[in-house]
């Protein structure tokens, strides 16, 4: 085997590692959406977790890939490559198509438990076919903010604001969940199982080793080391400071917020992991963790968008952080570390065209959507939960919990229905 032969197997391989990487992480938004919410809808977002990858994953292949990676109109979109006529490389196929899914599953998270399943689809559908695929051919192959200088390593706009603008869209349109608002004062909804949670946290942890240290395509032992400690440190930052900030706050340190914290400083150095230094990973993930927590709040107290795994603020308000985080700490172009503010201006030139593509074309799909099937389940298929009302069946086994309520001679939903709010 030649060494060059060998070489492009080596970096063959590494694309691999990491889509498997990748494609767990699908696992771990599994459970840190079915961890934060009730378990009476915790086969719904199974069910959805497990659909919108498979979709995603022949809609890309079909249509996504070619309008992303195809030959560049006007460097709008791509128009070629459709089935992947023409394309060779399957391995860097592969691996966008598992990027393309983590987009779109973003949107999950914010609907969860009110949402009617064939509404998500069809959003879902939009997003890996059409949305997603204009931004990532904008920023990553060759379009106008490639073309413009504009940085985003491995997705904290193309991939995480992406979703999250789709995800706010859907949720505004939606509204509240039953019982969340009761005049000025906000409810907490607890979720059914934190241990979960934290589960599905560390797997996209792990996950994102691959996510970012993929991104190089190539195993190059110069770049790949840095990218994984980068990645790592700020994570790890991301959990200190929610920890230290919501003791601060609250008088205690806040589970949900301090795991969302870890996902808060990955999604933060996602922009920036091959360009910025250590120390700065370190700064990036650490204020990723406080912002989360005031934009949790804003979000939930203020402007009032029921978003039941903090999905908006980790992904959106983030991942705009991190990419304007890029702008700052960049080590040839930064504005801490040459003076320049270019390379800011252009950032944030990039993030105010993704929101206002995203936005808009999420709102016509959802508005559309709305006013024809409709996009919201009943109120009392929502008080019974979407497990039974989607599904036919519930994730866990109600009677260990209820005992002789249940007499499984009567109808399931009629039971469930009558323990309205108690079931949960």
Do not use: C
């Amino acid at each position: 085997m030649t060494n060059e032969l060998l070489l492009s197997s080596i970096n063959m391989l590494w694309i691999i590692i990491g889509t498997i990487l990748v494609f767990f992480m699908h696992a771990g938004f599994a459970m840190v959406e079915s961890g934060f919410t009730r378990s009476k809808n915790t086969v719904n977002i199974l069910m959805k977790n497990f659909i919108t990858v498979s979709i995603a994953s022949i809609l890309y292949f079909v249509v996504g890939y070619a309008l992303m990676f195809g030959e560049s109109f006007q460097g709008i979109i791509g128009t070629s490559g459709f089935a992947l006529f023409g394309v060779d490389d399957i391995a860097f196929f592969v691996f966008q198509a598992v990027f393309a899914a983590t987009s779109a599953t973003i949107i999950s998270g914010a609907v969860a438990e009110r949402m009617k399943l064939s509404a998500y689809f069809i959003l879902t559908i939009v997003v890996v076919t059409v949305i997603y695929p204009v931004v990532g051919h904008w920023v990553w192959a060759g379009g106008w903010l490639s073309q413009l200088g504009f940085i985003d390593f491995a997705g904290s706009t193309v991939v995480h604001l992406t979703g999250a603008v789709g995800a706010l869209v859907a949720a505004a349109l939606l509204g509240p969940r039953i019982g969340k608002y009761t005049g000025k004062k906000v409810n907490v909804i607890p979720g059914h199982s934190i241990p979960l949670g934290a589960l599905g946290v560390f797997i996209l942890w792990l996950g994102w080793f691959g996510f970012n240290g993929a991104s190089t395509l190539a195993a190059d032992p110069e770049t790949v080391p840095s990218i994984i400690t980068n990645t790592l440190l700020a994570a790890s930052a991301g959990v200190v400071s929610t920890a230290l900030y919501t003791k601060l706050r609250y008088r205690q340190i806040d589970a949900s917020l301090t795991l969302n914290g870890a996902l808060s400083g990955l999604v933060g150095i996602t922009a920036g992991a091959a360009n910025v230094s250590l120390p700065s990973a370190i700064a990036i993930g650490f204020i990723a963790g406080i912002v989360m927590t005031e934009g949790i709040r804003l979000l939930d107290a203020k402007l009032r968008v029921d978003d039941p795994v903090g999905a908006i603020t980790v992904h959106g308000i983030i991942g705009v952080w991190g990419t304007l985080a890029v702008g700052l700490f960049d080590t040839s172009a930064g504005l801490f570390t040459t003076g320049s503010i270019q390379l800011l201006g252009i950032q944030a030139i990039g993030i105010v065209a993704v929101i206002l593509w995203v936005a808009s074309t999420s709102f016509a799909v959802v508005y559309i959507t709305k006013v024809t099937i409709g996009i919201r389940v009943s109120e009392e298929e929502e008080m019974t939960g979407l497990d039974y009302v989607e599904h036919g069946t519930s994730a866990y086994e109600v009677r260990e919990t209820y005992g002789a309520a249940f007499d499984r001679t009567e109808p399931f939903a009629q039971r469930l229905t009558e323990l309205g709010k108690s079931y949960t």
